[in-house]
């Protein structure tokens, strides 16, 4: 599913420990900074190919250990 148009996405300080991460002006999550971040970097578009072959890589070996085929794969 395809949004439309750029959106306004902040994650602003509530207080010494706790972060919102709001959309629009409408707030999405509530919790610590790294949670929020992690969020956000999720939502933000990101080019990054090499990034995405490393993920797939490491699931792939993920898989493969969880499957039992380790061996196969090395």
Do not use: F
Request: glycine letters at 8%; one cysteine or more; proline letters at 3%.
């Amino acid at each position: 599913m395809r949004t439309q148009g750029p959106h306004d996405i902040l994650v602003q300080r509530l207080d010494e420990r706790r972060y919102a991460l709001s959309i629009d002006g409408i707030v999405r999550y509530v919790g610590t900074k790294e949670e929020c971040q992690r969020r956000l970097s999720m939502l933000v578009p990101n080019n990054d190919r090499a990034g995405q072959d490393k993920a797939l890589g490491r699931l792939w070996r993920i898989n493969a250990v969880t499957l039992g085929r380790a061996d196969e794969n090395t």
